[in-house]
């Protein structure tokens, strides 16, 4: 049996159990037996590139195994180009993520196992083709986010952390019912067949010929667990309105947990959408498209008004975040091939140019003690940054022309592709959703001048939370170089060169658009 996948995902248990037998005292052994358990996976995911078949529209590396016999689920992995792609990213970011945590020091060793555990859900969650195992990993996450929020994040991080737990766990409580009533009908009009959470049988059933009985309504089966399903995803992209515990918890968690949260978590929610509701639900997916892509501008427009309102940087970036997940909600609202891979690309772009930005107010917080553009008097938090520090600053170029979707770097070629894509089919809507780039513009731009223009104005934070003119900035660390360099280059070559990352999940983006001919 293939078993690569399964060590992709669960390897991290072994750097878990390291840890805990790391003498007390010793934090830099337990930040590099945490690298090595991100590593590994890391390097075993870039190794399937070269055994990778991208013409094959199937999953593949399959692996199953009766897990509980009684329910029949089983232990069921496998990959195709969309989850391989989130594989990749996924792997990256983590590893890369263990060296933005390198300035923990409270309770290391807790912290590193929770991120740990955060990558084992996070990796199962992509790899999973039983409906089930899906939901265990889903659910896994949530607890080490809690804790990496709630024990080391900011000032209000017991309100982020408890936020951000009740709104996710809303939408997996409805996402469940969705999936117990997927499992419950899958027996078949004579209950002929055994009910089963595998997701290639569940794909196979023609669930609108149901109808589901509920608080004593009769509902057509597939549009009603559509929206159940819809509920869980749409709280993770998030979408607006479900996006109110994003900023609280971007701005109250550690830098690498913020990487995390915006270069993975939130396109757990796409994937999910691509992956359970357009590949198990087409005809109800293709019902609420219009729908889906009104959503889609909502975000792109509202959450970069949102963004240009901030005054604090790490929320700025935040709401962008929101903003840039409309363009893939608008992409893949449209069926259309280049549509769906622009929308499939931007989520391996945003977690780019995201992950970029948020370590760079990871730096500048470590070194000002604040993210505020302009403090509560009035003044620039910053300014002139770029006297000061031209390597932070260039580095803070590529992250913010990435974002605005510069030609020439790789957030050009996804928002191109979705526009490209979308125009044909929905022209008001996507009229309406250029108007992002030139918001996008506007908030970076003027961030830009705020912070790292003009004269050097910058100011510290001392720890009784009074602004004092801050001195000379210290340079770049050696770890900031590990995480910062790989993500510029990424963000370069894709720009210049998108095909070959295109052909990973081409094939399996094509299969899609195919369920809506």
Same mark, same amino acid.
């Given at each position: 049996m293939n078993c690569v996948l399964s060590w992709i995902t669960f390897f991290p248990l072994i750097g878990m159990a390291a840890i805990l037998f790391v003498p007390k005292g010793k934090d830099e052994v337990v930040k590099w037996i945490a690298a090595g358990a991100t590593a590994v996976p890391f390097v075993l995911a870039l190794s399937l590139l070269a055994s990778f078949d991208r013409s094959n529209p199937g999953f593949q590396f399959i692996q199953e195994a009766v897990w509980i016999p009684s329910l029949n689920v089983h232990f069921h992995m496998g990959i195709d180009g969309l989850?391989? !792609?989130?594989?990749?990213?996924?792997? !990256? =970011? @983590?590893?890369?993520?263990?060296?933005?945590?390198?300035?923990?020091k409270k309770y290391v060793k807790g912290y590193f196992c929770m991120f740990l555990l955060l990558?084992?859900?996070?990796?199962?969650?992509?790899? @999973? =083709? /039983?409906?089930?195992?899906?939901?265990?990993?889903w659910e896994v996450m949530l607890l080490p986010m809690y804790f990496l929020v709630g024990i080391w994040g900011g000032e209000r991080k017991e309100y982020a952390a408890i936020k951000f737990f009740l709104y996710t766990l809303f939408g997996s409580v409805l996402m469940l019912v969705g999936i117990l009533a997927l499992y419950f009908y899958s027996t078949g009009p004579n209950g002929a067949s055994p009910a089963t959470f595998d997701l290639l049988t569940l794909s196979k059933i023609n669930w609108s010929q149901y109808t589901l009985?509920?608080?004593?309504?009769? =509902? #057509?089966? /597939? $549009?009603?667990?559509?929206? =159940?399903?819809?509920?869980?995803? &749409?709280? $993770?992209v998030p979408i607006v309105p479900f996006h109110t515990w994003l900023p609280w918890a971007h701005v109250q968690a550690p830098t690498a947990v913020s990487v995390i949260l915006a270069g993975v978590l939130l396109k757990m929610g796409i994937y999910g959408f691509l992956r359970i509701n357009y590949w198990l639900l087409p005809h109800a997916t293709q019902y609420f498209a219009f729908a889906l892509a009104v959503m889609g501008v909502i975000n792109i427009v509202y959450g970069a008004f949102c963004a240009m309102a901030q005054k604090d940087l790490k929320k700025l970036v935040a709401y962008s975040s929101v903003s840039h997940m409309g363009y893939c909600l608008l992409g893949m609202s449209v069926f259309t091939a280049a549509g769906m891979q622009g929308s499939i690309l931007q989520l391996f772009n945003h977690g780019l @140019? @995201? &992950?970029m930005m948020f370590m760079l107010v990871g730096i500048l917080y470590d070194r000002l003690h604040h993210r505020s553009i302009v403090t509560a008097d009035g003044k620039l938090g910053f300014g002139g940054i770029a006297q000061k520090e031209p390597i932070i600053t260039a580095a803070w170029m590529v992250a913010v022309f990435s974002s605005l979707g510069l030609p020439g770097l790789n957030g050009f070629v996804s928002e191109a592709m979705v526009f490209f894509g979308s125009f044909p089919v929905y022209r008001t809507l996507t009229a309406i959703a250029t108007l992002g780039i030139l918001l996008t513009a506007a908030y970076l731009l003027w961030m830009v001048q705020r912070v790292f223009l003009g004269p050097y104005t910058?100011?510290? $934070? /001392?720890?009784?939370?009074?602004?004092?003119? &801050?001195?000379?900035? #210290?340079?770049?660390?050696w770890n900031e170089w590990v995480v910062l360099v790989p993500l510029a280059v990424l963000c370069l070559w894709i720009g210049l060169m998108p095909q070959p990352l295109i052909n990973v999940f081409q094939t399996s983006s094509n299969t899609l658009t195919e369920l809506f001919r």
């Open positions: 989850s391989f !792609l989130m594989v990749l990213l996924s792997t !990256l =970011l @983590s590893f890369l993520c263990i060296f933005a945590s390198w300035n923990i990558h084992i859900g996070m990796l199962g969650v992509f790899c @999973s =083709l /039983d409906f089930f195992l899906f939901y265990v990993f009985n509920i608080f004593g309504m009769a =509902l #057509p089966f /597939d $549009k009603a667990v559509w929206w =159940l399903l819809f509920m869980g995803f &749409a709280v $993770k @140019s @995201s &992950a910058a100011q510290h $934070k /001392d720890e009784g939370g009074h602004y004092h003119a &801050a001195g000379e900035i #210290p340079a770049m660390r």
